[in-house]
């Protein structure tokens, strides 16, 4: 999971990470022309994307496309929630007692 928030910490990374989730699998080519950095970089972002297994790549004869696999998201996403309801509980127990204070 750290992998996972590691790789999507840095701005370009997560829109080649958009790029390459709402379409079909695309080179780091075609990927720099929707981008305003140079191919080499969106290799070096692809690669971290990789290593975080969010994306994969498919050789095909000399070209390498690269599609999402969004599955590492999923358990980011579960301790995103956890977390998310644990303040949230909290949050509400502090506005529970702040109301009844008031009401004294």
Do not use: C, N
């Amino acid at each position: 999971m750290s992998d996972v928030f590691a790789a999507l910490a840095d701005p370009t990374r997560r829109e080649v990470f958009a790029l390459v989730s709402y379409g079909r699998a695309q080179t780091a080519t075609e990927l720099a022309a929707a981008l305003p950095v140079s191919r080499q970089a969106v290799a070096k972002h692809l690669a971290v994307l990789q290593s975080a297994q969010l994306v994969d790549a498919e050789r095909a004869g000399r070209t390498t496309r690269f599609h999402a696999t969004p599955e590492p998201l999923s358990e980011a996403i579960a301790w995103m929630a956890d977390v998310g309801g644990r303040w949230d509980a909290r949050l509400e127990r502090l506005r529970a007692a702040a109301t009844e204070r008031g009401t004294r």
